[in-house]
């Protein structure tokens, strides 16, 4: 198996793993408390990472337009995205939310034909259907949360 | 008494799902970013850094006065924040570094299998506090399924 495949089966594992230790987190602490000091904890983990990969130049800016790059994911994947997934989690619940996480690949489908110009396949079409399918029955049995 | 709590707390579980479905659409557009970054050859492990520093900075800035008074955490929930932000460093350094070598919509299906992994650790680790029932599993399998054809798809 491609070794960049193996890394992507490695993410999925820790954001699997990740998701459920913040929630167990949550139940002494509001999320945004939470969220913030996770944050803390990732950038203190990836320092460590790129000294060990690449030194101390690994810190080196490749330019302006990677800050404002790397800006926008920031507010991204951390504001609009973990902060309200994380507000979501302590709502609803991990069994509940978790998989509408699973429908990244169709967002991602959707950039790569809006901006990317792909044509998705009937293959992937269906993937997407099954994907949705997925989502509305566990969306179905979230009265089950309330016992 | 007991309808207007039930509602309360459908209406806080459909407002988590909303907020869930946002935070999808946020991730995935993050993602498809990362992968333009680890073409232009810098690596995936210093596009997390940045990344983080700035989402730091702006949740600083955004939340500051909820922060001010509820900071102060017991070291319990430390100890499970900790575990939680190395599984996230090393998942995200990892997906950075794997979008470098193969497609976004290669990787990105791959993440669909997210919801497996939680309810493998919601067996472990959060036993008593939520529950698995056969139609969340059911639904979570077909998730991954999709996904898996997406992947083999693409």
Redesign the interface.
């Known amino acids: 198996m491609e070794i960049g495949v193996l890394l992507a089966i490695a993410a999925a594992f820790g954001w699997g793993a990740g998701d459920v230790f913040v929630r167990r987190a949550m139940f002494g602490a509001r999320p945004e408390a939470v969220t913030v000091v996770v944050a803390g904890m990732v950038l203190l983990a990836l320092a460590v990472l790129v000294v060990v990969t690449g030194g101390a130049g690994g810190f080196a800016v490749p330019g302006t337009s990677f800050l404002a790059a790397v800006a926008v994911m920031g507010l991204l994947t951390w504001l609009s995205g973990n902060l309200l997934y994380f507000h979501g989690m302590q709502r609803a619940g991990v069994v509940v939310v978790s998989p509408i996480l699973g429908m990244i690949p169709i967002f991602s489908i959707a950039l790569a034909v809006t901006l990317g110009g792909e044509r998705p396949s009937v293959a992937t079409l269906a993937g997407a259907l099954a994907i949705v399918t997925g989502v509305a029955v566990v969306l179905t049995d979230r009265k089950r949360v309330l016992q | 008494m007991s309808v207007p709590v039930?509602r309360d707390?459908?209406s806080?579980?459909?407002?988590?799902?909303?907020?869930?479905?946002?935070?999808?659409?946020?991730?995935?557009?993050?993602?498809?970013?990362?992968k333009?970054?680890v073409d232009?050859?810098?690596?995936g492990?210093?596009?997390?850094?940045?990344?983080?520093?700035?989402?730091?900075?702006?949740?600083?800035a955004?939340?500051a006065r909820?922060?001010r008074s509820?900071?102060r955490?017991?070291r319990?929930?430390?100890r499970?924040?900790?575990?939680?932000?190395?599984?996230?460093?090393?998942?995200?350094?990892?997906?950075y570094?794997?979008?470098?070598?193969?497609d976004?919509?290669?990787?990105?299906?791959?993440?669909?299998?997210?919801?497996?992994?939680?309810?493998?650790?919601?067996l472990l680790?959060?036993r008593g506090?939520?529950?698995?029932?056969v139609?969340?599993v059911?639904?979570?399998?077909?998730?991954?399924?999709?996904?898996?054809?997406?992947?083999?798809?693409?």
């Open positions: 039930v707390r459908t806080a579980v459909t407002l988590g799902i909303v907020f869930a479905a946002l935070a999808a659409v946020s991730l995935s557009t993050a993602g498809f970013i990362a333009q970054l232009d050859g810098t690596a492990v210093v596009v997390a850094f940045y990344e983080v520093a700035f989402g730091l900075l702006f949740l600083t955004a939340r909820s922060l509820g900071l955490l017991e319990g929930v430390l499970w924040i900790a575990i939680a932000g190395i599984c996230f460093a090393l998942a995200t350094a990892s997906f570094t794997a979008l470098a070598r193969i976004f919509s290669v990787g990105a299906p791959i993440i669909g299998a997210v919801p497996l992994v939680s309810y493998a650790f919601v680790v959060l506090h939520e529950r698995l029932t139609r969340s059911l639904g979570a399998t077909l998730v991954v399924g999709g996904v898996v054809l997406i992947g083999a798809a693409n």
